[in-house]
């Protein structure tokens, strides 16, 4: 049984960085093709790549956030983090991460989390 | 704007068949597999169809995706109350090297 789950702050300060963590079980990112990516969802709109990390460490990144995206994990401890600089309101959205399958395909999602960029 | 070009929204009657394209290019759909996502209000989306027209396991066979060219199409038959729900297509972008979505299609049942 595969899950994820998404955990950080609920309210960030514009120019802040925000860091998200991905929790999941079930499945481990030593194994050879298993990917983690994080899509984010503005309130009202459409899902939007974020980034994605593979098991060999391959990353990749929104070309048009490249710049403010980091994304790391931790083998050890089941997680992907994911960071993001220089905060703006337009970043406020759910955030979510989920299970690469074949085709690019993300077959297990976490519930997400709500990030409001507020002073 | 979105990189995969979807109908913003579609509406029919219960148990009648609707459709939801996606249109993409040849750096996308026309040289990648196309998956399909279900997303109910407030909740995570879900798998629907992955590699164009695959069913992952639980999902219900009413559902049907297809693809040809640089363009994909999700079929609902049988349509029901439980499908109003919003719909996004994805596919790998070998050009921007990332995974790209469609804008989303709000499906209404009458």
């Known amino acids: 049984q595969i899950t994820l789950k998404e955990s950080g702050p609920t309210l960030v300060k514009p120019t802040q960085t925000l860091t998200l963590t991905c929790t999941f079980s079930?499945?481990?990112?030593?194994?050879?093709?298993?990917?983690v990516g994080w899509i984010r969802q503005p309130p009202g709109k459409a899902l939007e790549w974020l980034a994605l990390?593979?098991?060999?460490?391959?990353?990749r990144y929104s070309p048009s956030l490249k710049s403010r995206l980091t994304i790391t994990k931790d083998t050890s401890k089941n997680q992907v983090v994911l960071t993001m600089t220089n905060m703006d309101p337009v970043d406020t959205a759910t955030y979510y991460c989920?299970?690469?399958?074949?085709?690019?395909?993300?077959?297990?999602w976490g519930q997400g989390t709500l990030v409001t960029v507020s002073s | 704007q979105s990189v995969l070009t979807q109908p913003p929204s579609v509406s029919e009657a219960p148990r009648q068949r609707v459709t939801i394209s996606c249109s993409g290019s040849?750096?996308?759909?026309?040289?990648?597999?196309v998956n399909w996502y279900q997303q109910l209000p407030g909740k995570a989306p879900k798998l629907l169809i992955y590699?164009?027209?695959l069913l992952p396991s639980g999902v219900s066979d009413r559902f049907s995706g297809s693809k040809s060219g640089t363009s994909a199409s999700l079929a609902i038959s049988g349509l029901q109350s439980e499908d109003e729900a919003d719909y996004y297509c994805?596919?790998?972008?070998?050009?921007?090297?990332?995974?790209?979505f469609g804008g989303g299609t709000k499906l209404t049942v009458l």
């Open positions: 989920a299970h690469l399958h074949i085709a690019a395909a993300l077959d297990y």
């Open positions: 040849s750096s996308n759909i026309g040289n990648n597999a």
């Open positions: 079930g499945f481990s990112l030593s194994t050879s093709g298993v990917g």
């Open positions: 590699y164009d027209d």
């Open positions: 994805a596919a790998w972008d070998d050009r921007l090297n990332v995974v790209v």
């Open positions: 990390i593979y098991w060999n460490d391959d990353k």
